[in-house]
């Protein structure tokens, strides 16, 4: 463990470059801000995960996010457990029908004024589960979608610089 | 001759190992009934293709497989259950019912599994506890982290688990009904998404049965790369549930270590493939991509790194008390209700499993390279935490030195051939980082008319339900993530 340690503190931290915030998210974002007036959040995120019926591989990649490369909390940002302690509910996978209610019930419990990221090709329109017979379709087909960040999954550095559109739009 | 040989006559289903298979009919399915009531026989897999039930069998003595196949008839009261023969068999014949399959005329549980629309989870009837100073704790559908969706509900007195019960089926997607109908290699995208960790395992063992149903052979350097993925894909899994299991016991440093362990895998990956997590790389007729010399020079370098990784784990994990306290003796699932599960992967390793001829698919015969190379399935008997920790680390250990040695002997050559428009049945499988995945396709005229995906987790979740025994509720992330069965991958 002392290994560990002595070798974190003596090397320069493995940490990429913050990604610039991605171009297309600022454009949509800056349009949903001007039309809803909704309020700013300031300088920091918590986010809330639902898988709404993925097959996991967008949670690999949500959780790469917290890997000492892409160091998702020296943003602001970070993952919380509970929905009520959450500005930005991320949804992934298509909507299974088994999980409609909980996925409505989860937006319900995020307070306004509350943020919702389709991540990945199936959050977006149900990519290659739509059409499927327990499938709903995107994650819009239940809750109202504010930004998307597309992918199949969508990459850690994707997700970030889709994160750090809604930071940069708000300032 | 095994006396699965002596029961089954020879039937056209292609696999590679080939598969003793064969039509039975009520006596039959009675006789097989009778058997399996004396004989050790495993149960693999179980499934309705919409007119036959048909079960894999496989004999534990020496890893011979077999598939049957049963008309269920109206007229003599349907199709006898194996659930109370073969206890992993419960969930799945759940699952026949509620896909639109007819339902075995003495099922042992006539819940629906799948289905919440038959039977919502709120009035769902979770199997009853009786005793004093009771109570229940119901977690999820929607669990507070990054992990897919599925209900737990605890019958707990005071902080023991006195019974749990998993309530699953939330990412129910109707994966299979959607490949039918698609080419081969559209219903490949979506075999590659029953479990997106295990895409690569997934990805092979459809393939495979793609091209037993056809009779094509792929070219020598595509079963190799297919593989080196397939390793690469263990590497990152292992060192993601190393870490996350230390990160559920409260020990972040290594979460970090493997974090950067498996990041590293990742964008090696990236560019030698094509994709981060090596989906759709695997095609059925081959592979999609042909790295060249440079590429595959990156995943060498890569290997002795991730080598000091998994030395730091070791070192780390070892000298830790506080955290051995927590994995020692946790979670403990006894060899003999592995075997009563016939439980593949790790969970079966770390349970005494490691013994049984087959159960690490990539020794049985025929499956190259893996029959030019030596691959020694690690075991412990002791079925704990620690247990299942002990056994991803040395198959670490052991995919290191298995991609080296693909590396080096890689033969070089075409990666990929045609699919002929034909029909046929065929079997497939290969042993992702989870255990043994396994697929049945029956083609008509170069689509698929009828599927099967049988994630090894279909046996590992009710292993889950009795690790817990005789633990307490704040023990169960941890026993649960040494286990880590997928959601999605059962949630058909």
């Known amino acids: ?116 990221i389709a991540a990945g090709a199936c959050a977006i329109d149900g990519g290659c589960f739509a059409g499927a017979p327990e499938v709903l379709g995107g994650a819009d087909a239940v809750i109202p979608v504010d930004l998307t960040i597309p992918g199949c999954p969508p990459t850690p550095t994707a997700l970030l610089a889709g994160l750090l559109a809604l930071l940069a739009v708000e300032r | ?171 129910r997607k109707g994966t299979l009904e959607a490949m039918v109908g698609r080419a081969p290699g559209d219903a490949a995208v979506l075999a590659g998404r029953l479990s997106g960790d295990t895409t690569v395992a997934h990805s092979i063992a459809f393939a495979r049965a793609v091209e037993a149903a056809l009779g094509i052979a792929v070219p020598a350097r595509a079963h190799w790369l297919r593989a080196v993925m397939l390793e690469v894909e263990r590497l990152a899994n292992h060192f993601g549930d190393c870490g996350a299991i230390a990160n559920d016991a409260a020990f972040a440093l290594l979460h970090m270590e ?79 209700l592995a075997r009563c599960y016939a439980a593949g992967g790790v969970v079966g390793r770390a349970s005494g499993q490691a013994i049984i001829p087959g159960q690490d698919a990539r020794t049985r015969p025929g499956v190259p390279p893996y029959d030019m190379l030596p691959v020694v399935p690690v075991g412990r008997d002791a079925g704990d935490v620690d247990a299942r920790v002990q056994v991803r680390l040395d198959e670490i250990e052991a995919s290191l030195a298995l991609i080296a040695a693909m590396i080096e002997h890689m033969p ?16 497939g499988w290969a042993e992702g980082f989870r255990g043994d995945c396994q697929w049945w396709v029956r083609l008509e005229h170069g689509k698929v008319a009828a599927v099967f995906g049988r994630d090894p987790s279909w046996f590992h979740w009710p292993l889950l339900e009795a690790a817990i025994d005789g633990n307490i509720i704040a023990d169960f992330p941890l026993i649960n993530k040494s286990i880590n069965g997928s959601y999605s991958g059962v949630d058909l």
């Open chain 2, 1 to 171: 001759m095994t006396a699965l040989e002596c029961f089954l006559a020879p039937y056209p289903v292609a696999s590679v190992p080939p598969v003793l298979a064969r039509h039975l009919d009520d006596d039959g399915w009675q006789a097989l009934r009778s058997a399996l009531a004396v004989e050790a026989w495993d149960l693999t897999g179980l499934w309705h293709d919409g007119g036959d039930v048909l079960a894999t069998l496989v004999d534990p003595g020496d890893g011979t497989l077999a598939l049957v196949r049963h008309r269920p008839n109206p007229a003599s009261g349907g199709w006898g259950s194996l659930g109370g023969l073969r206890p992993g068999a419960i969930r799945l014949e759940r699952t026949v019912v509620d896909r639109g399959g007819p339902r075995p005329a003495d099922a042992t549980d006539r819940r629906p599994w799948l289905d919440h629309q038959a039977q919502p989870t709120l009035g769902y009837p979770f199997l009853p506890v009786e005793g004093e100073g009771l109570h229940q704790v119901p977690v999820g559908p929607v669990h507070a982290g990054i992990i897919e969706p599925g209900h737990f509900r605890f019958h707990a007195q005071g902080e023991a688990v006195v019974r749990l019960e998993a309530r699953l089926g939330y990412v």
């Open chain 2, 412 to 427: 070089r050559g075409e990666v990929r051939v045609v699919l002929p428009d034909t029909s046929g049945e065929g079997l």
């Open chain 2, 258 to 336: 493997c974090g950067r362990a498996r990041e590293r895998i990742a964008r090696t990956a990236a560019p030698l493939f094509g994709h981060r997590l090596m989906m759709d790389r695997v095609v059925p007729g081959g592979v999609a991509v042909d790295p060249d010399d440079r590429d595959i020079a990156a995943l060498s370098a890569l290997l002795p790194v991730l080598a000091e990784h998994l030395a730091a784990y070791r070192r780390t994990y070892r000298g830790l008390p506080s955290l051995l306290d927590r994995t020692l003796t946790t979670g403990r699932i006894a060899p003999a």
């Open chain 1, 1 to 116: 463990m002392w290994r560990l340690i002595a070798r974190n503190l003596l090397t320069r931290p493995v940490a990429d470059p913050a990604p610039a915030p991605d171009p297309a998210a600022l454009e949509a974002l800056g349009k949903r801000v001007a039309d809803s007036g909704r309020q700013r959040l300031g300088r920091s995120l918590a986010i809330r995960h639902v898988d709404a019926g993925s097959c996991n591989a967008c949670e690999l990649e949500l959780h790469a996010l917290s890997n000492p490369y892409h160091d998702l909390e020296r943003f602001g940002l970070s993952f919380v457990a509970s929905p009520r302690h959450a500005d930005v509910l991320l949804v992934t996978g298509p909507v299974a029908r088994n999980m409609r209610d909980a996925l409505h019930a989860t937006w319900v419990a995020v307070p306004e004024p509350r943020w919702v």
